[in-house]
């Protein structure tokens, strides 16, 4: 295998993860970062996010000397053979990519480029960022590759480092092969093709994701009017294998960094080249009416009326097993309870006190009884499985009504029913013996 020297620039969560595990295959990492004080804990192996397996693949590479932290990307190109950009693309107005952070790079950096070297974009753009960027380096020695991510937080180093798939874009082909050839050691299926396509695979691929998840939960939905049971309908259909099991949990809506921001941001192009997706927008359709399915749940288990009630939350991230609020469903679930006046008390395991962009109609609390104390009704709103071992016997004591709203489905209702808790499902059927034959 080649080694390379490679620059990443920005060590967010996706460049630190991507520079921490091309380290850990072999290849001398520079990353790059504009926040001092970040590179100087990272420079000390402190990882400043909860990602499994990270905090270890920094400090082997620290030790190994593969693998350092400078401020700014000019100190970090000097000598690349190999530049990734993972600058954050947020969504800009209107629901568009902004992609105000890959302009500053290559502005910064167009004219320090070594010769011959490859700039990789792995940040999720719009299709067309490749060319646009080539232009923007004004450098025709320097080929510009697409090569989407595909990590999940919570997984990201697991996915990293044993991925479905390799995508690799450019116009270019000996470009995209030495990019390829950085994964050789994955051993993972490659697809080799032009720029425009490895960046509309980014968006089909979450795309599809977050539409999956709709029309689970729709299917959910439709469970629970019909008498049917959503966790059986979803093994009976994810055995197909066309279908598969993966990506079929219901869920109080789906979130997170990525999902909303790429099915708006397809949906702004769409609405710019004139193109009707309808059956993008109904996902994102169908997603605001599960946040506003769950306020009802939890309205008609309180008896009508949230105002003045006191509601304990479980669970604020988006998914479990990260300490990320972006656009969490349980924030905008917790937003709309609070409008309609409920008195909000939170619990996170991965959120230890209240912290900037949190609805302030929300206080959160280390502890879980806290959350129970006088609780009209609890509602798990993230799968952190630790919650399937609290001390129910204890918060059914604590609690003013027993009734939990479980949007995960995830705890286990007869260990709750046996302490008095009444609860309430995603797509559950009501318990009911089916007939053996
Ligand atoms: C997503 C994609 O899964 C990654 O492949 C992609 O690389 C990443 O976006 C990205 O573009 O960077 P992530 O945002 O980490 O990853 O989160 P997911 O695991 O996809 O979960 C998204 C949302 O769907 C969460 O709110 C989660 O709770 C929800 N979900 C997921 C469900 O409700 N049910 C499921 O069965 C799975």
Redesign the pocket.
């Known amino acids: 295998m080649f080694v390379r020297r490679i620059a990443v620039i920005g060590s967010g969560y ?1 460049g630190l993860t991507t520079g921490a595990c091309l380290a850990s295959l072999g290849h001398r990492v520079v990353c790059a970062d504009v926040d001092e004080r970040k590179v100087a804990r990272l420079s000390g192996g402190e990882v400043p996010i909860l990602e499994p397996g990270l905090p270890d693949l920094v400090a082997q590479g620290l030790a190994a000397g593969r693998l350092k932290f400078v401020v700014g990307a000019a100190a970090a190109v000097a000598d690349a053979e190999v530049v990734f950009l993972c600058v954050p693309t947020p969504m800009g107005a209107g629901g568009a990519a902004d992609l105000s952070a890959v302009e500053a790079v290559a502005a910064e950096v167009h004219a320090l480029l070594p010769a011959g070297c490859v700039v990789v974009n792995k940040s ?1 753009v719009p299709v067309g960022t490749a060319a646009r960027t080539a232009q923007l380096l004004g450098r025709p020695d320097v080929a510009v590759v697409s090569n989407p ?6 997984s990201a180093v697991e996915d990293f480092l044993n991925p479905d798939r390799i995508v690799v874009g450019c116009d270019a082909q000996d470009a995209a092969e030495r990019v390829a050839a950085l994964y050789a050691r994955l051993g993972a299926p490659t697809v080799l093709t032009d720029a425009a396509s490895a960046e509309m695979v980014k968006y089909a ?2 795309c599809f ?1 977050a539409m999956k ?1 709709s029309y689970v939960n729709a299917i959910a939905e439709l469970c629970e009017r019909f008498g049917a049971d959503v966790l059986d309908v979803t093994e009976g259909i994810g055995y197909d294998r066309r279908i598969g099991q993966a ?5 109080p809506g ?6 909303p921001k ?1 099915t708006h941001a397809l949906l702004q192009v769409c609405a710019a080249a004139d193109f009707d997706f309808s059956l993008l927008q109904a996902s994102l359709d169908t997603n605001t009416h599960q946040q506003h399915r769950m306020v009802a749940k939890v309205r008609d288990a309180v008896g009508g009326s949230l105002a003045g009630q006191r509601i304990g939350l479980l669970g604020l991230t ?2 479990a097993g990260t300490d990320d609020l972006r656009d969490s ?1 349980a924030l905008t679930v917790a937003a709309l309870l609070a409008a309609e006046g409920a008195d909000l008390i939170g619990y996170d395991p991965g959120v230890p006190a209240a912290v900037p962009g949190m609805t302030d109609d929300l206080q959160v609390t280390d502890d879980p009884l806290k959350v129970a104390s006088g609780a009209a009704a609890l509602v798990v709103l993230t799968e952190w499985p630790e919650f399937r071992l609290l001390d129910w016997g204890q918060l059914a004591e604590l609690v003013q009504r027993r009734v939990v709203i479980d949007t995960r489905n995830l705890l286990d209702a007869d260990v709750l029913r046996r302490v008095g808790f009444e609860v309430r499902g995603i797509g559950r059927r009501a318990t009911r013996a089916l007939t053996t034959f």
């Open positions: 996706v999720t991510e595909f990590l999940r937080e919570g691929a979450n994701l998840l990506f079929l949990q219901p869920g789906w979130g997170g960094s990525c999902l790429d988006f998914k469903p």
